[in-house]
């Protein structure tokens, strides 16, 4: 019976600490939304609003043969001019991904068909993902009713620590 109730504290403990731990997830996002990577939209406004961070990906749906994808310098990209890419993100599909994998502007272009210049432009400035919030203090009594707290990342490691000793004192048969 003793095994039975180490192994519910332990799988309550886990619950609680997986449920106070908050991930941090990259973002995909479809360029264009559901109107995708043609001409004739305007990207910038496109962008507006958004906040691209460290690790996310931009998604391109395109017309293969007409479009592709490439990244070029800000002066490239102010002039549409498609000559000495930095990478060429064009993948054969139509279905391409970019990964932003540094804090830095990318300049994106498609450099085929005359894309650019009807608009198939997009320029997004990546930025470190922001600090989690700070997790706001519980208080707890213990018996002598004097009040203390404890923070938000200290549950992370003491539930967690509390849960495998819990674990280790279950003998297995």
């Known amino acids: 019976m003793a095994r039975v109730t180490v192994l519910a504290t332990a799988v309550v403990l886990a619950f609680?600490?997986?449920?106070?731990?908050k991930e941090v997830a990259a973002k995909k996002w479809t360029v264009g939304d559901n109107k995708f990577w043609n001409p004739n939209?305007?990207?910038?406004i496109w962008a507006q609003g958004k906040h691209f961070y460290l690790d996310d990906w931009l998604y391109f749906v395109y017309e293969r043969n007409q479009y592709n994808v490439i990244e070029v310098n800000e002066t490239n990209y102010i002039s549409c001019n498609s000559n000495n890419p930095i990478a060429n993100w064009s993948r054969g599909a139509g279905r391409d991904l970019?990964?932003?994998?540094?804090?830095?502007h990318?300049?994106?272009i498609s450099g085929n068909g005359g894309g650019c210049y009807g608009g198939m432009k997009l320029a997004v400035l990546v930025k470190k993902p922001p600090p989690p919030p700070a997790a706001a203090p519980s208080k707890i009594k213990n018996s002598a009713s004097r009040t203390f707290t404890v923070s938000g990342l200290a549950l992370q490691f003491v539930i967690p620590v509390a849960v495998?000793?819990?674990?280790g004192t279950m003998q297995l048969w």
Not at 98 to 104: A, C, F, K, P, S
Not at 164 to 167: R, T
């Open 16 to 21: 609680l600490t997986a449920a106070l731990v």
């Open 41 to 44: 939209i305007n990207y910038t």
């Open 98 to 104: 970019v990964h932003l994998n540094e804090t830095r």
């Open 106 to 108: 990318y300049y994106l």
């Open 164 to 167: 495998f000793a819990a674990i």
